[in-house]
């Protein structure tokens, strides 16, 4: 059974920190910078769940979502951002994100949500 989490997220120090976190947790972990560099790690290694930020260069995490969708790419996708509004969150949402998490956030809290997801999996 896969377990590989991508984290997308353009400051380097959150994304070495969501690595070892998750990482630690017993994740396979894979990377990106921004949505674009999500879409292409996507199409060469598909992964369970995302993890990404909501505001980056290239492309942002609404825009990766809607792509995706539009891919019908099957995989999680967890919404984080440091800008959540109520608006904010109904546009993740529409834009086809399955969580949305406002930073700063307990780590505990992303974990038991990437728990959750891999538990109610088919294939758990």
Known sequence: MSSTVMIVEDDPATRRLYRFLL????YTVVEADDGV????RFAMQAC????????MPRMGGIDLV???RQKKADVYV??????????????AYRAGVNEYLTK?????????RI????ARRPDA
């Not at 560099?37 to 292409?40: P, R, T």
């Not at 307990?106 to 974990?111: A, C, G, T």
């Not at 728990?115 to 891999?118: E, G, I, K, Y």
């Open 23 to 26: 990482t630690n947790s017993g």
């Open 37 to 40: 560099a999500a879409l292409e």
């Open 48 to 55: 369970d769940v995302i993890v990404t930020d909501m505001n």
């Open 66 to 68: 809607r792509t995706l």
């Open 78 to 91: 967890i919404m984080v951002t440091a800008f959540g509004t109520p608006d904010t969150e109904k546009h």
């Open 104 to 112: 700063p956030f307990d780590f505990e809290e992303l974990e038991r």
């Open 115 to 118: 728990q959750s997801f891999f």
